[in-house]
């Protein structure tokens, strides 16, 4: 054997299969655990975000508890514990104590953990760095006790390695409770973990969660809906985006013996008619094996897939948190700073690499935010609060690109984060969040994922904009309104006791200097949990509405044109809103908007509007989105030119 043959030969003995857990064990860093104060709040958010998974699979209304007790040395007890579907005792050590074990990694729906590494790795950093082992308490069943799990991982093979098992009773009809010892700096991470658990409350209104820390003040960040969020149903792969290496595995697997079945059985959104023109532009026989393709007959059957129209894929498999529901949340969570509106807006689900995703944000704006300093980003994806790489995520790269000088914003040279005084807010709801790293704190800059994020952020832009220019108009408009009403009257009256004649109408007065149509709305909330509400859908229909409460809404349009006035007047309806009494008689009602085809109004005169809306909570709807066509919207205060569905 030659010198090199032995090298080699060597080189081969050295070489032997590093196990996942041992991998990580001297990379923590890549999971978050790079330092202390990291650490705690990735380990807090790792547990919550199993609770919530777990809570919502199985129908529950979450309720988490989160505690730390602060021991010497740095040395931190985090307890976990909630009222989810417990655990079964043979699947603890494989949850607890295995990386990359889970049930969701190959399953295309949303959820906020997917790779199995998160609560193991916490875990596995608690074993590494104080020595000591997870103790793990699950009951599943109310009439049945719980078990007591102590346990370890053994690194080399990436198992569990239990401790000890014991039987005992705990009080509550089902959950789990989890307690670990992890090296962290307390002092320096609180605010991170009140922040995040804060931020986790704004995206899971269904939530309630109670933090307690080391001195025993505790946070209670009370539930804001009593809705459970729709189940996300699990989908096959959307053919727009996918892979040419994952489209030939995916054949390779198949069941299917012809290429048409295969692409309707194995993908979504794929038909007869867009299977048909699939094949038919990448000139494939539909009759097709596709086990024996070739690779040449795949690429032209991948580059097929871009060139022919496929319907986005079914929205089931995502569970966006809602327009109403954001708006809820970030209002009682900026409730202190008494904000001045907010404004939120969802874009349709789009997809990238085969994955469909959806964009929803908010701009929270006013109130006794700063007007001097940058506007504060909230970052979330599938319902997961984004704390760090705030500059590595493509949402902030998104808000930085758009121009917002144009929305009344600071912003030098019209790139960067804008100064005012608002809170932006961002979620991605989608089957996979291509996140830069592990630590799954900041989102890959993906143009499709960009393009959405500018598009939602520029119509919440322009609602802001309309916003402060409909009040800006309104109050100069009103000032001039008292103004003439005090004066006026008083040199009429002052004219009139000079002549000894009666006080004239000041009507055509008034209506010739203000020379507007002034529409005003108010909205009030009644409480009707004791009386059913009827309540007209959409043209006819109707259904009852028990308990609740009833939002109701009062238009006042006076013309104060010199001429008689015309025009059609349109009221956005909030999403999940039931259409109650509408007066007078709308011309149309559909799923979003009133029409009221308004009769000539004579000049100084007024029209009184009013709808009643069942189906949301108080504050969810405080301010009306009204339009006018046929009419110049020069002319009108307190609406905007209606531009057509």
Known sequence: MTEVEAIAHKLARQQKEISVAEFFERNKHILGFGNPTRSLLTSVKEGVD?????????????????EIKNHEDGECRLIIEDNGPGIIKKQVPHIFGRLLYGSRFHAIRQSRGQQGIGISAVVLYSQLTTGKHAKITSKIQEDRPATV?????????????????????????????????????????????????????????????????????????????????????EIKPHPQGIELGTLIKIAKGTKSRRLSSFLKSEFSSMGDRTTKAVCEKAQLDRGLDPKKMSREQFLTLHKAFKKVKIMAPSTDCLSPIGEILIKRSLKHQTQEISPEFIYTASRPTSVFSGSPFQIEVGIVYGGSLPKDKSVRLLRFAN???????????????????IDWR????????????????????????????????????????????????????????????????????????????????????????????????????????????????????????????????????????????????????????????NMPQKFNLYALIPEDAVVGTVTPKPAKITSRYIKWNLDAIDPANKVDISFELAGLDKGDFDENDLYIENINASYVIGADKWEGE
């Not at 401790?163 to 409770?177: F, L, Q």
């Not at 609060?385 to 705030?390: E, K, V």
């Not at 790139?415 to 991605?428: C, D, E, L, N, Q």
């Not at 309309?466 to 003439?484: P, Y």
């Open 406 to 561: 144009r929305y009344g914003f600071d912003q030098s040279s019209g790139k960067g984060i804008p100064s005012g005084p608002a809170i932006f807010f961002t979620h991605m709801s989608s089957t996979l969040i291509p996140f830069t790293s592990e630590s799954k704190e900041a989102i890959a800059d993906i143009p499709e994922i960009e393009s959405e994020i500018k598009l939602a952020f520029r119509e919440c832009a322009r609602k802001v904009q309309s916003h402060i220019h409909k009040e800006v108009k309104r109050v100069k408009t009103r000032e001039k309104f008292d103004l003439i009403t005090k004066i006026l009257p008083e040199i009429a009256k002052k004219s009139s006791d000079m002549l000894g004649k009666p006080v004239p109408s000041l009507d055509a007065v008034i209506t010739k200097i203000m020379d507007v149509i002034w529409i005003e709305d108010l909205i009030e909330c009644e409480k009707t949990s004791s009386k059913p509400v009827q309540a007209t859908l959409f043209e006819d229909s109707s259904e009852n509405i028990d308990g609740g409460w009833i939002t109701k809404s009062t238009i006042l349009v006076v013309n104060y044109k």
């Open 383 to 401: 319902r997961v609060p984004l704390l760090y790489q705030q500059g590595d995520c493509v949402s902030t790269a998104a808000i930085s690109s």
């Open 50 to 66: 199993n609770v919530l998974d777990a809570c919502e699979e199985s129908g529950i209304l979450p309720e988490i508890y989160v």
């Open 149 to 233: 799990t102590e346990l370890a991982i053994d690194t080399n093979r990436n198992r569990a390695e239990v401790i000890s098992r014991a039987i005992v009773h705990w009080e509550k009809p089902s959950g789990t409770r989890l307690e670990v010892s992890i090296v962290a700096d307390y002092k320096r991470g609180k605010r991170f973990v009140y922040d995040y658990l804060q931020s986790t409350s704004i995206v899971n209104p269904h939530a309630q969660i109670t933090f307690k820390e080391p001195d025993g003040t505790e946070h209670l960040f009370e539930r804001t809906s009593e809705t459970i969020p729709k189940k996300p149903i």
